[in-house]
């Protein structure tokens, strides 16, 4: 049976389609950072407990990780929404046939924000422990994102769903998909990136209000960014080359708009990762972004492609509805804004010293190396 047999009919949408289409990039874009942030930051943390020598700014980071969760799971909502309204026929079809492992994410979630934040409530007592209850959250997450890759890369391929009449049981996932893999590393590598920066910008904005100790949170963070964008860029061109040679030949020249949008987010790639190497925390923050936003431009026009031979969204029926819209974008923007400025009181409290804080809790054993590198890559003075 041909693949278009099993696509269903799409439903007519309210507005043009790419008013749609750019919503689900913008809001995309702010999920996938947030994601990013808490899968690397968890991992950061998991790491970093198993060495020997506790530091200063550890349990304070990792106390910031369950509030990104639950703003990473919020803010997914608008563009599984966006996503659902262009792609509905794709995606509902492949979540079905993937449907006890789709339905099983919510429950990893929730497993997960709970392990998070358990670490955080009982530090002390844990123990030891905390670094298996840290590594155990970390493998949920990581279950969460190769879910997500198998359904995105499902919804791709209508060839594949005749194998619902194999296995009609909901457990059907793309394992055999050559792009699956390097698709889900990419993802990976990119959150450790993420969460060192992380990681680096809350310890910067510490030292900005007089943590000394901070310091060596700028340098660890910088090295983990540095360290894993170089992976990453390797998987990247993993995740280039495992791709079908009609779709890879569009972004190696094939495609003026799909070479030009791969080389700019490659360019801004490097670029963030020599102002990490040099410790410039903030232009790396902003250049990172700007790469995201643009790798997020470069898997809208990957998704395009694969789904070319069986439907585009401008086909979609537009049967208008001003009014609701109008009241929709309204209410995203007000949203937005009172959520950066919810974020930013909450950014500039944890930003602030702890007056309670004294000298015995830090562990003072001279200037570290990291402290002594980010004294020098950011001016701060040396203490006699």
């Given amino acids: 049976m041909h693949p278009l047999a099993y696509i269903p009919s799409p439903e007519p949408i309210p507005a043009a389609w790419w008013l749609f289409e750019a919503l689900l990039l913008t809001t995309f874009t702010a999920h996938i950072l947030l994601v990013n942030v808490v899968l690397g930051g968890s991992a950061v943390a998991f790491i970093e407990s198993l060495r020997e020598r506790q530091v200063p700014w550890a349990r304070p980071f990792s106390a910031k990780i369950p509030t990104a969760l639950a703003l990473a799971v919020n803010f997914g909502v608008a563009p599984l929404l966006f996503l659902q309204v ?44 905390r670094s298996l209850v840290l590594g155990l959250t970390v493998l949920l997450l990581l279950t969460v994102a190769f879910v997500f890759s198998n359904n995105m890369t ?7 769903w005749s194998a619902y009449f194999a296995r009609p049981d909901g457990t059907l996932l793309n394992l055999g998909d050559p792009t699956l893999v390097p698709r889900w590393l990419h993802f990976v590598t990119a959150s450790l990136a993420l969460g060192g920066l992380a990681l680096a910008a809350w310890s910067k904005c510490k030292a900005n209000h007089g943590d000394e100790t ?4 700028v340098a660890r963070g910088m090295r983990w960014f540095s ?14 080359f495992s791709q079908p040679a009609a779709i890879r030949s569009l972004f190696l020249g094939g495609g003026r708009l799909h070479t030009a949008a791969l080389g700019l987010a490659v360019a801004l790639a490097l670029a963030a990762l020599y102002l ?19 790798m997020v431009c470069v898997r809208a026009l990957l998704r ?7 439907f585009s969204p401008s086909e979609l029926t537009v049967v208008s509805q001003p009014s609701p819209l109008l009241v929709f974008i309204l209410s995203l923007l007000l949203a937005a804004a009172a959520i950066a400025y919810m974020l930013r009181l909450a950014l500039r409290a944890s930003a602030a010293p702890a007056e309670d804080a004294t000298s015995g809790e830090i562990e ?21």
């Fill in 276 to 294: 990490g190497h040099r410790k410039r925390v903030w232009p790396t923050v902003w250049a990172v972004a700007a790469t995201v936003a643009l």
């Fill in 304 to 310: 395009a492609a694969y789904l070319a031979p069986y």
């Fill in 86 to 129: 262009l792609y509905g026929h794709f995606v509902y079809t492949s979540s079905v046939l993937m449907a006890v492992f789709w339905l099983g994410v919510t429950g990893l979630a929730m497993l997960a924000y709970y392990g998070l934040y358990l670490t955080v409530l009982r530090h002390e007592s844990l123990g030891r422990a």
């Fill in 214 to 217: 901070a310091l060596a949170g």
């Fill in 227 to 240: 360290s894993a964008t170089l992976v990453q860029l390797c998987v990247g061109l993993w995740f280039l």
């Fill in 364 to 384: 003072d054993a001279g200037e570290s190396d990291d402290t002594a590198d980010v004294r020098q890559a950011i001016g701060a003075p040396r203490e006699a």
């Fill in 154 to 160: 499902l919804m791709l391929a209508p060839e594949r």
